[in-house]
């Protein structure tokens, strides 16, 4: 199948990969004259593993081409997907813009003979989104020219998405014609997972349902966290107890400091204003929000109820700094805003992450900041150890080595990396979320530490 790909970001290039690596001829399109030379060359814009290998693969078997001329990238086009970012607006909403330039540019490109084309949209876009995109290529396009709508989500995740793109669990197209969704599902036909066919406004709403769902799950685990801690529960235990029902299940159950990244951030908020737009209050989408918002100023908190307000004089160390693990991306990264608010009170960073130094550096510069070689080397002279994002490695740190290098003896694990035990076996006072740790403070202001009599721990700095 003759497949043209607009917007070459991280759903639009592992997309036009996988689609040539199935075996169809692929252009992927962009208006970003160095994106698309730097892709050429076979360097990537983002960091994602087995994209380089992919697309190189798919280019020299000439099934994948890269062009900035969107007219001669959807010449051939029997589909025309579209793959360009919908960031957030001022008013919380998705900002459509680049939506809109596409669709008008692909219905300036048709031409009155070309054959029957379909016209997807795989950027998360509001209910409705579609059917303005059909309005507007129509209106655009010449007096004639043949072509349906549709609506195909994407579930994947960053790190994961070639993977997630080949293997995925469902597969959702929607549309108003039946030729389109013909269409689709003989590009699809090879996936074993089963494969929704609806109408184009309950497919716009699949995906928003879904990510805002799991971001509910995220939030709903990090309030029970809350909870554990003053209960003197463990959080991870109980998300293992709770995830051995089908019904409920484990993944997303991972408390921390909160959910960050291109996604999560931006769709929620997008449906809550779609709602709020249909004058419907979604109050639990509102509860997903202030909850994401406060379990990063609780995190926050404890490493003040330490070292006291004024952090000046106090060097912390931050692994990670991407938004989350197996990724470059900073992108409302949660450990940004914690590491921004931390030197904001005077603390020196010296901060570490496997993938995202040079993406952070971009955005939170180097006052203050030290970007360090690897996590020991960020360790070196520390007071404490802040960790931000799940990065496997981390969990296998060194504990004996981390306590040489470090000048103070406080752990706050913000992704719960760390098993309690080792860590106070260790002689360091270990803060995690949603545990009754040595680091813990009762509403008494009592430290696990000192009920326990354990020397040094719980002690201010
Ligand atoms: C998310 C969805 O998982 C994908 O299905 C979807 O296609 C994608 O958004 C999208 O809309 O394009 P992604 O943003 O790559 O994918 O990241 P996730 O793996 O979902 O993680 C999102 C955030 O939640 C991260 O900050 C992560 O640290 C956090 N998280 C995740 C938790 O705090 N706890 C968890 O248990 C899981």
New binding site residues.
């Given amino acids: 199948m003759n497949i043209c790909v607009i917007g070459t970001g991280?759903?639009g290039l592992v997309g036009a990969a996988v689609f040539a690596g199935w075996g169809n001829k692929v252009v992927g399109v962009d208006i970003d004259v160095n994106k698309i030379a730097m892709i050429k060359k076979g360097r990537m814009p983002i960091f994602e593993p087995g994209l380089p290998q992919l697309v190189k693969k798919n280019i020299n078997e000439k099934k994948l081409t890269f062009t900035t001329n969107l007219k001669e990238g959807i010449k051939d086009a029997e589909v025309v997907f579209i793959c360009v970012g919908t960031p957030q607006d001022k008013f919380g909403g998705a900002d459509l813009s680049a939506v809109w330039a596409v669709a008008q540019a692909i219905g300036k490109g048709m031409k009155e003979k070309d054959p029957y084309r379909v016209i997807v949209t795989k950027s998360?876009v509001p209910v409705g989104t579609n059917e303005e995109v059909a309005a507007i290529i129509k209106a655009a396009a010449p007096k004639g020219a043949r072509f349906d709508v549709a609506s195909n989500?994407?579930?994947?995740?960053?790190?994961?998405?070639i993977e997630?793109m080949q293997n995925t669990d469902r597969t959702v197209i929607g549309s108003n014609s039946s030729a389109a969704l013909k269409k689709l599902k003989e590009l699809y036909s090879h996936l074993k997972s089963p494969i929704v066919e609806c109408d184009l406004r309950s497919a716009e709403m699949v995906?928003y349902a879904?990510?805002a769902f799991?971001?509910t799950?995220?939030s709903f685990?990090?309030e029970l966290a809350q909870l554990c801690e003053r209960a003197k529960a463990d959080v991870s235990v109980v998300a293992a107890g709770m995830g051995f029902d089908k019904r409920i299940g484990r993944?997303?159950?991972?408390?921390?400091?909160?959910?960050?990244?291109?996604?999560?951030p931006k769709?929620v908020s997008a449906l809550f204003k779609t709602s709020t737009d249909q004058d419907y209050d979604f109050k639990l989408l509102r509860g997903v929000m202030e909850v994401n918002d406060m379990q990063k100023d609780y995190f926050v908190s404890k490493v003040l109820r330490v070292f006291g307000d004024n952090l000046h004089g106090v060097t912390l160390a931050c692994l990670g700094l991407a938004?989350?693990?197996n990724?470059d991306?900073v992108r409302?990264?949660?450990a940004i805003r914690v590491a921004r608010v931390l030197r904001g009170h005077g603390a020196a960073l010296r901060v570490y992450d496997p993938e995202a130094a040079a993406t952070a550096k971009a955005v939170l510069g180097d006052n203050q900041v030290y970007y360090a070689k690897d996590e020991y080397d960020a360790l070196k002279g520390a007071n404490a150890i802040c960790i931000l994002?799940?990065w496997n490695r981390f969990r296998n740190i060194d504990l004996g080595k981390a306590k040489n290098l470090l000048t103070g003896n406080h752990i706050f694990d913000g992704?719960n990396l760390l098993v309690g035990k080792d860590a106070e076996a260790r002689g360091f006072v270990y803060h995690a979320v949603g545990k009754w740790t040595n680091g813990s403070e009762d509403l008494n202001g009592t430290t696990r530490g000192v009920l326990l009599n354990r020397k040094g721990n719980g002690s201010k700095r």
């Fill in positions: 991280y759903v998360t989500p994407e579930f994947l995740r960053e790190g994961y998405s997630d995906k879904s990510n799991l971001a799950k995220i685990i990090n993944a997303f159950l991972n408390a921390g400091i909160g959910f960050g990244g291109s996604c999560f769709d938004f989350k693990e990724t991306d409302e990264s949660v994002t799940e992704r």
